[in-house]
């Protein structure tokens, strides 16, 4: 998005950097924002309001009742003009009261009754930001639709070293002018997803599967139909909410996903399997319950059908992508299955890597292609990652036109 013209509500909280959100309005305002500060009562103890009024060249609140225009009520009229909000920094506390739904100043007023989106620039304690209280409350922001600029690793001013530093101002402009731009460059296309674990039947109360959330298929789906994709989600078992414009097929075992993405193959642009399927199942399952006996008990698995492979042996004109989930050599791992499974890209994910793999909200991945790329995609959150993916994928569609 080019911000000129745009409102920009600032929030700023109490904290150190709080002396950073001077550069930044100072930069959002020669961009051409109209940019809008609201102070918590503890930011004003780092930085004057006047600062901000003569950088923004705007009132600055601090204050729920302190209505500067008797027309007007002031944190409905913000919330309501604000084609964004940015919360710079953002500390702890801001952010367990917005994830409680707590209004009770100006700025957690105005944010509760704005319909505009709200970027979370977090700045704290590298102990702080690790804190499952701190990661349960970013995560319900997040499940919320709220958007985070993650900080950076390095000296903060509590004389730690590590992850808590608020971005730069500089960065953070560039990540608001890259994330708010709809990108609509999947427009006319189908995309298939995979996602989630299968489960292989025992008996009617067990089952063999695996530590798939779905949150990285789901992810995808969801960046895919954002920018403009026609979308068909195949899952497994999840506790996820459908995304937004996506068709979702659920299915069981591995069969199942089998018999369903091959029932919609032919018709798709594109096709990325995230899915966790088993590569084997019980030769054998039970009508009734197993009864326990004494020793040991073995279970014959037979090989179920490699769904990427049979994908890769009917290939047409589909853009082919697979997900390995490595625990050592990924890349080595990776090109062999890019290869053998006559893939277009494969994104090679080191699981059992804290903050990546399984169930977790963020991961990294190194994408490959048949070409030689090898583009590493460093720790973010699985949505951030899911659109970084999907842009190594469109640039390799172009290649491949020209
Ligand atoms: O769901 P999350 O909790 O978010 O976790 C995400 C993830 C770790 C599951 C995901 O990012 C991931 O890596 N998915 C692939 C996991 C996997 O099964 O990897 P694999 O190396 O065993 O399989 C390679 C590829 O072949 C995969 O695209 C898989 O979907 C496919 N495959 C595997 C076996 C089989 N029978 N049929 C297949 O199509």
Not at 247 to 262: F, N
Request: proline share 4%.
């Amino acid at each position: 998005m080019n911000l000129a013209g745009k409102t920009i509500c600032l929030g700023v909280s109490g904290g150190i950097a709080a002396y950073k959100a001077c550069a930044l309005t100072s930069k959002l305002t020669q961009r051409g924002a109209d940019v809008h500060v609201i102070m918590t009562k503890h930011a004003a103890e780092f930085v004057t309001p006047l600062t901000f009024q003569a950088l923004s060249r705007n009132p600055v609140y601090t204050d729920t009742f302190d209505e500067k225009h008797p027309e007007k009520i002031a944190h409905i009229d913000l919330a309501d003009k604000a084609d964004l909000f940015l919360l710079a920094p953002t500390t702890a506390n801001l952010i367990g009261k917005l994830a409680a739904g707590i209004a009770d100043d100006m700025l957690t007023t105005t944010l509760l009754a704005t319909e505009a989106p709200v970027y979370i620039a977090p700045a704290m304690n590298v102990h702080m930001y690790a804190h499952p209280a701190v990661i349960r409350n970013m995560q319900q922001l997040d499940d919320w639709g709220y958007h985070f600029i993650e900080p950076e690793a390095g000296y903060l001013a509590c004389g730690y070293v590590g992850k808590g530093r608020l971005e730069e101002p500089e960065s953070i402009i560039r990540i608001l002018e890259e994330r708010t731009e709809p990108k609509r460059d999947l427009e006319g296309k189908k995309v298939l997803v995979t996602a989630g674990p299968t489960q292989e039947t025992i008996d009617p109360v067990r089952f063999f599967t695996n530590h798939s959330s779905g949150k990285m298929g789901y992810a995808v789906a969801e960046a895919a139909a954002k920018r403009g994709a026609d979308v068909t989600l195949v899952s497994g078992p999840s506790q996820l909410a459908t995304p937004l414009g996506v068709k979702r097929i659920d299915i069981t075992s591995a069969q199942e996903m089998l018999d369903q993405v091959l029932s919609v193959y032919d018709q798709q642009d594109i096709v990325i399997k995230a899915a966790a399927v088993a590569d084997y199942r019980p030769v054998q399952t039970f009508d009734s319950k197993v009864k326990k006996q004494d020793g040991n008990l073995s279970i014959e698995m037979e090989r179920t059908t490699d769904i990427l492979l049979t994908l890769g042996q009917r290939k047409q004109h589909q853009f082919l992508v697979g997900f390995a989930a490595e625990t050592n050599d990924a890349v080595a791992y990776g090109i062999g299955k890019l290869e053998r499974k006559h893939l277009d890209a494969i994104c090679v994910n080191t699981v059992g890597k804290t903050g990546a793999g399984f169930q977790s909200d963020t991961n990294e991945v190194i994408y490959l292609n048949r070409e030689g790329k090898e583009q590493h995609l460093p720790s973010d959150t699985k949505k951030q990652i899911a659109h970084r993916i999907l842009d190594e994928i469109v640039q390799d569609m172009e290649a491949d036109r020209k």
